[in-house]
């Protein structure tokens, strides 16, 4: 089939960058967007042309590293889909596709397509682990009862993939879907109990520190995101950090 | 004001500033159908209660900071997280993951808030500045005015849109464990925005035409 579309082109962090538009020939309905991209960055190489920087890496929808704003939403169309895992049969022979960067000031573009996400790991390194001795006497990790309910339930927050969806989806840019995801993982396991108060504030300082913006609570975030992170988790947070002032 | 620096406390506190208003409005919906069922006397004996009863004196203060301190976080809040995408989408589709409603809480607060402040000049100047006894009268007569009468209307229906989204927002903001409650509170937030949207505009539409 045959598209057009309207990519992002931005040389380098400090160029302006604008909309370019580029049609292509010959995209079978069961390439990957990823691999339709790689289609037009061979055309564009032939024609001698800089090909168009994108991010990726497993394309198998688990290490988090695709990203795109694909015709205005995160991701593209599909619900729980990935860039790498979006198909080209989701879309019309003929169509016009828009793909964008992420958008956020604490995601500055770095080139093209390509946005600076290292603020996701930032906020991790500032509470998202637990402190355990490893000197021999550990405990087996499996000898610690816990119930089902919670431990699928911190299962499930463990899935986020640190993509960055629910940032570029967010109307104020908020980072609290992913940053409750974290703290929600550990709030809810006996391990993580132990360092819960002063992750979830040193968590949500660097969050805002960061210029990540605050949650409306419109749920755009648990909609786009990949993994279907549920804003249970957000409701977690807000609950820790509140039982952590009283601490 | 430190205890209110992260963002996740100041939406604590929007939470209970909204809260607190929800109720405020209540109160004042049930005061309001007074002027239907039972009719004059029954108002006017509310509203006597109102300006004499010792607590609801104390009250007024509070429910003014509460006010104040509900529209400057409002707006604090949207202006600095505006400021968080300075480069916006040439394509954006944000109505495919959220509600109007809740992506719009500025601009049907700021209506509200525009009817509040027509509203303070209507009764609220008059009841403070002026003996008046007929106060029935005074609220009624007002609506005979089909503009004043409109603008009434759609203030209700703009605060019932805001109240759609931010009462069951306001407990997610709490920390209310969500798979257990969240189905409560958003029928629960529904039934609160029809019946301040509606319960105001009848009454209003009421004495429009009697
Ligand atoms: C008078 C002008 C008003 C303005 C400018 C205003 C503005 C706002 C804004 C901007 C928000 C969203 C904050 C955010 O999530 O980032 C909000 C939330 C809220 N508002 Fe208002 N509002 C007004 C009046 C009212 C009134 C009269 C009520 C109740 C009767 C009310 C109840 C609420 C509630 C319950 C929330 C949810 C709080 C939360 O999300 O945690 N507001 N308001
Ligand atoms: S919460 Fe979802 S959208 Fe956000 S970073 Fe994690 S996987 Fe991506
Ligand atoms: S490339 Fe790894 S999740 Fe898409």
Request: charged share 15%; proline share 4%; glycine share 8%.
């Amino acid at each position: 089939m045959k598209l057009n579309l309207k990519i992002w082109r931005q040389n380098g962090p400090n160029d302006k960058g604008r909309m370019v538009d580029y049609q292509i020939d010959g995209v079978e309905s069961d390439m990957s967007f990823l691999e339709m991209l790689d289609l037009l960055n061979e055309n564009l190489i032939a024609k001698g042309e800089e090909p168009i920087a994108f991010d990726h890496d497993c394309r198998e929808g688990i290490c988090g590293m695709c990203s795109l704003y694909i015709n205005g939403e995160a991701h593209g169309p599909d619900r729980l889909t990935t860039t790498c895992q979006l198909h080209m049969r989701r879309f019309k022979d003929g169509e016009t596709i828009t793909i964008e960067p992420w958008r956020a000031n604490a995601f500055p573009v770095i080139k093209d397509l390509i946005v600076d996400r290292s603020a996701l790991d930032r906020i991790q390194q500032a509470g998202g682990y637990i402190s355990v001795n490893t000197s021999g006497r550990t405990v087996d990790a499996n000898n610690i009862p816990i119930p089902k309910k919670d431990a699928d339930n911190a299962f499930d927050a463990a899935t986020c993939i640190g993509c960055g969806a629910c940032v570029a989806t967010c109307k104020n840019a908020s980072a609290m879907l992913f940053v409750s995801a974290k703290v929600a993982q550990f709030a809810q396991l006996p391990q993580g109990r132990v360092e819960a108060a002063k992750r979830v504030q040193d968590m949500v300082a660097v969050m805002d520190a960061e210029g990540f913006g605050s949650c409306t609570n419109t749920g755009a975030c648990e909609v786009e995101c990949p993994k279907g992170i549920s804003l249970s988790n957000i409701a977690i947070l807000n609950k820790e950090f509140l039982l952590a002032q009283v601490k | 004001m430190t205890i209110l620096k992260s963002s996740v406390a100041k939406k604590v506190a929007m939470a209970l500033s909204g809260l607190f208003l929800v109720m405020f409005i209540l109160i004042h919906l049930a005061i309001n159908l007074t002027l239907i069922y039972p009719g004059k006397e029954a108002f006017d004996a509310a509203v006597e209660f109102m300006a004499t009863n010792p607590f609801i004196q104390l009250m007024q203060p509070v429910l003014f900071l509460g006010f104040i301190f509900h529209i400057a976080m409002g707006i604090y809040l949207e202006w600095t997280n505006q400021g968080k995408r300075s480069v916006k989408y040439v394509n954006s589709n944000p109505g495919a993951a959220s509600s109007w409603a809740s992506r719009n809480m500025i601009w049907t607060g700021l209506f509200v808030l525009l009817f509040l402040i027509v509203h303070l000049i209507n009764y609220f100047v008059p009841f403070k500045t002026q003996e008046i006894h007929d106060h029935y009268a005074l609220v009624t007569g007002l609506f005979k005015n089909p503009f004043y009468t409109l603008f009434y209307v759609l203030a209700f229906i703009g605060l019932g849109i805001h109240l759609s989204h931010g009462f069951q927002s306001a407990f997610q903001s709490l920390g209310t464990p969500r798979e257990k409650c969240n189905k409560a509170l958003v029928i629960t937030g529904n039934i609160i925005a029809l019946l301040v949207a509606f319960g105001f505009s009848a009454i209003a539409i009421y004495f429009y035409f009697n």
